[in-house]
């Protein structure tokens, strides 16, 4: 149980662990942290925060669990500013989509005063954003990654662990950069692609927008996302997306060539393999 | 009101037309054409067909109205035995996903004897495939493009069109060349670039296919389609696909050269841009 939550950025990510956390009755007291109050309102007048303040300091003294649920290149900066408000003992995670260097910040901060940090990251979200779109059950199912490293403490993972699968995740464990190159895979590439996707077809042809299929409505149906976040996602993740981008072009090549090849057995034993791949997901 | 309905290739399109026409009463009589006797019995058991056969031309000798619901590389052969077999006056059509090819070799036909033609090209399917998976309503919203050229009779336009139109389809008309292009843009090249994100994710991360979050399994969706098809249909687009896969290729470099350069300013404007075109669609 913890004894008070602080939620700094009460959004969708923030907003729908603070309507989980008081639907489940994790947390005796849920304080929300932003910079407008206007936005913490609503949280406020539907009885999902306890308090809310846009005071950092304030809204993170008393917590013995503090959710970092702000954009990704601004957690950086947040945890310099918890690290010294926060009293001692308090675990910090965060939602940030990438890693690596936040967990690195974090432990520079370790240091210096004893507080803990464990890097999480729960891949939930939709095309939505901000607290109108949070809901209670967004986690549930969903999969976080926790990035512990081997100087994170095992109680404070344990902590971070048992708060997400109290939402109704389910927890994986991957060291901060091996996280980074599976998400720039599985999410920030898709996203690119799906941009380029519905840039690239209205330049081709611009009648192919008009006629838009299921298929490519699916395929292109997050090229909607907030681009300020994707914008601060891609910059944060540059070089694993890089990386991934090099794998994609690798594996496009060689459809292309089976393709311009025109032998239908190559192609067709490919495209099978891949879609083995596709299926055995979960 | 259709006398006699044959349709050649009874599996999702075909059977989906198959239903649906049983369903609605648009024929009076329906003839499946298929290469396996023991594939046609389902829909002949079930009430949907009033007639199978594996023979093509006692399949289509008193039909007035042939859809030809093979797979695209096939139906260039179709047309040409249809086109000996059919009755004078019979009005032929297709579900081709690529035009250019079926819509020549039609009109090369037609010089020889007087049957119509009118290329067709549901944009209805789905990742399965088979008359298992046919269902009356699969065209119901769909979008259907009839791709006449200035050589099409205007009445079997219209008999074509308003066949599709009884069948739920909302119907846009396009040259068979646009048409190609358009769907290599939203159809084959999401396509191709759901196999390339499939396949490109394990090659850099092994673990990032464990990962796959929801966005990356709406992505990837439909690299799950029948490997035969795609064949097929990646073959007879190659030239418009490779224009779009050209398209895509500088819209994804625009992007990361965006993401290199580093300023958000510049990224944020071109995500929001492609997000409003994203949102504009149907």
């Known amino acids: 149980m913890i004894q008070e939550l602080a939620i700094v950025g009460v959004g969708l990510l923030g907003g729908s662990v603070a309507k989980a956390a008081r639907a489940g009755g994790l947390a005796r007291r849920v304080v929300g942290v932003g910079r407008d109050t206007a936005r913490l309102r609503p949280a406020?007048?539907?009885?999902?925060?306890?308090?809310?303040?846009t005071d950092l300091?304030?809204?993170v003294r008393k917590a013995d669990f503090v959710l970092l649920a702000?954009?990704?290149?601004?957690?950086e900066g947040l945890l310099e500013r918890v690290w010294r408000a926060a009293p001692e003992g308090t675990v910090i995670t965060d939602v940030g989509s990438t890693k690596r260097n936040i967990v690195r910040a974090a432990e520079r901060l370790a240091a210096a005063r004893p507080l803990t940090f464990v890097g999480s990251h729960p891949?939930?979200?939709?095309?939505?954003?901000?607290?109108r779109a949070a809901r209670a059950d967004l986690f549930r199912g969903a999969t976080v990654v926790v990035t512990p490293t081997d100087r994170t403490e095992l109680a404070a993972l344990k902590r971070a662990t048992e708060f997400?699968?109290?939402?109704?995740?389910?927890?994986?464990?991957?060291?901060?950069e091996t996280h980074d190159r599976a998400v720039a895979a599985i999410s920030h590439l898709p996203h690119l692609i799906a941009c380029a996707l519905?840039?690239?077809?209205?330049?081709?042809?611009?009648?192919?927008?008009?006629?838009?299929?299921?298929?490519?409505?699916?395929t292109t149906r997050i090229a909607?996302?907030?681009?300020?976040?994707?914008?601060?996602i891609f910059l944060a993740n540059r070089d694993a997306l890089s990386a991934s981008v090099e794998g994609f072009q690798q594996a496009l090549a060689?459809?292309?060539?089976?393709?311009?090849?025109?032998?239908?057995?190559?192609l067709r034993a490919a495209l099978a393999r891949i879609k083995a791949t596709r299926e055995a997901l979960r």
Chains 1, 2 share one sequence.
């Open 70 to 75: 702000a954009p990704v290149l601004a957690i």
């Open 254 to 266: 060689d459809l292309q060539r089976a393709i311009d090849a025109g032998v239908p057995e190559a």
């Open 123 to 131: 891949l939930a979200g939709s095309e939505q954003s901000g607290y």
């Open 164 to 176: 997400w699968e109290a939402l109704g995740a389910r927890v994986s464990s991957l060291d901060p």
């Open 198 to 218: 519905v840039d690239g077809a209205g330049r081709v042809e611009p009648s192919a927008l008009d006629l838009a299929a299921r298929g490519f409505r699916d």
């Open 44 to 53: 406020l007048e539907d009885g999902t925060l306890d308090a809310a303040t």
């Open 224 to 232: 909607a996302g907030d681009p300020e976040m994707w914008t601060e």
């Open 57 to 59: 300091d304030t809204g």
